[in-house]
């Protein structure tokens, strides 16, 4: 069954916060156990260097949402092009949604409405601004922001990589964890402690497709005051550049829907 637009969309959001090619970083460890002697630098070095170039991807994902009230849950057909656009359909195409650099889009023929926009939308709903390249790099378990920007404290935790900026950020803490065989995120945290909001994303059971890794699992949970959302995806049957295109036209005859107070 299609869900509703606006839950829908509340998924969209989630997922949106939110595949890469196993080629060998500077120090890779072959049994996946942490160097307690890598810096910060090369932690983050290592964690580029593993980025994958594919060209498409095609297959399907699992996506189950609850926000402690009611739960529902989805498998969708999923296909990217790298850097250009993110492609997903509910069965018989009763919701689907269409993602490039420049617009977010979504419709849902149950209740014949449709949104048509760009990224405020679901950077309103998060509390963070949000790009494409965001979008593409939760979904790919790379890191939200670029390491590259600020210097970090690098520790050991749970075997995995932690790093948290030398720097507080004025409005925002962070904080990364990267695990040591393929030098993918862990998990990522965001946090508002002034808004009291929470974004946190965990990654679990990469998995290697001819000579690509990518995540299997994702969690994701937003949290802001007493209200907690949390989103599952689980990808199956992944493929990569392979001819793809994305079949998407609004159906005329249908109501186009507002989310400026239904953001939240």
Not at 19 to 37: E, I, P, Q, R, Y
Not at 167 to 179: G, Y
Request: proline content about 4%; some cysteine; aromatic content about 10%.
């Amino acid at each position: 069954m299609a869900l509703p637009l606006r839950t829908a969309l509340r998924l969209m959001a989630l997922v949106s916060l939110s595949f890469f090619l196993s080629c060998k970083s500077t120090k890779v460890l072959a049994d996946g156990k942490v160097d307690d002697n890598l810096s910060a630098k090369t932690i983050v070095k290592n964690h580029y260097a593993n980025t994958t170039n594919f060209n498409t991807l095609t297959g399907k994902m699992r996506i189950d949402y609850s926000d402690g009230e009611s739960s529902q849950g989805v498998s969708v057909s999923l296909r990217m092009e790298k850097d250009k656009a993110i492609w997903m359909s509910a069965p018989l195409g009763m919701v689907k949604v269409y993602i490039t650099p420049g617009r977010v889009t979504f419709y849902n023929k149950l209740q014949n409405e449709y949104f048509d926009g760009n990224f405020e939308y679901l950077s309103k709903f998060l509390g963070t601004e949000l790009d494409f390249k965001q979008v593409q790099n939760m979904l790919m378990g790379q890191a939200l922001f670029n390491l590259r920007e600020a210097k970090y404290d690098a520790s050991v935790v749970n075997g995995d990589y932690q790093l948290k900026p030398k720097k507080a950020m004025d409005l925002f803490k962070v904080m990364f964890q990267i695990e040591p065989k393929n030098f993918k995120m862990a998990s990522q945290q965001l946090s508002q402690p002034l808004k009291k909001r929470l974004l946190q994303v965990n990654y679990t059971d990469y998995q290697k497709i001819g000579k690509y890794v990518l995540p299997q699992r994702i969690a994701v949970a937003a949290i802001e005051g007493e209200e907690r959302k949390t989103v599952d995806i689980e990808y199956k049957n992944i493929e990569f550049d392979q001819p793809i295109n994305f079949p998407y036209k609004i159906p005329k005859g249908f109501k186009e829907i507002s989310l400026t107070d239904d953001a939240r």
